[in-house]
């Protein structure tokens, strides 16, 4: 399993001195741009390819406080991934200095052409180097209509 680990600095904590949800998500994708970073997806990489990561969104479940003082360590799997690889699903899992999961984020998102503007697959170099990653034992190959099942839509502002 892909592991990174992080010092909880004074600026990760929150009002409520304990590690802030802005924090989750830096720590996320520091792990995640990690893993793909050594995986092929280096700035220059992605550059060449007119290749970005795009998110759709992450759901955070907290289980329990963590604090200041003590190193955590995130987690990356892939929970998901649509042949080609044009959609990915990612689990993150956050453990205390003892080993314990203290929040969970599931997370999902897509490779945008940068030049078109439109969702794009990957080559297949990368998709074979992202289809390397520890899966989830509930692991799924994504299609289109997995990235519509909330059902969320833009809304018009009402005046």
Known sequence: MYLKDFEIRWSDIDANRH?????????????????????????????????????????????KEVFAGKPVQVSLQL????????????????????????????????????????????PEALYNNLSQLDRTEDFRTITKEDTRTAGKKPQALSQ
């Open 79 to 122: 929970k998901g991934l649509a042949e080609g690889g044009k959609f990915f699903e990612f689990v993150h899992n956050f453990y205390d200095a003892e080993g314990n999961n203290f929040a969970r984020c599931e997370m999902m998102g897509a490779w945008m052409d940068l030049k078109s503007r439109k969702l794009t697959t990957l």
């Open 19 to 63: 590690l802030a949800n802005s924090a989750y998500i830096n720590f996320m994708s520091h792990t995640r741009m990690s893993y793909l970073m050594e995986n092929g997806f280096g700035q220059k990489e992605m550059a060449k390819l007119n290749l970005g990561p795009v998110v759709f969104y992450e759901h955070m479940y907290y289980f």
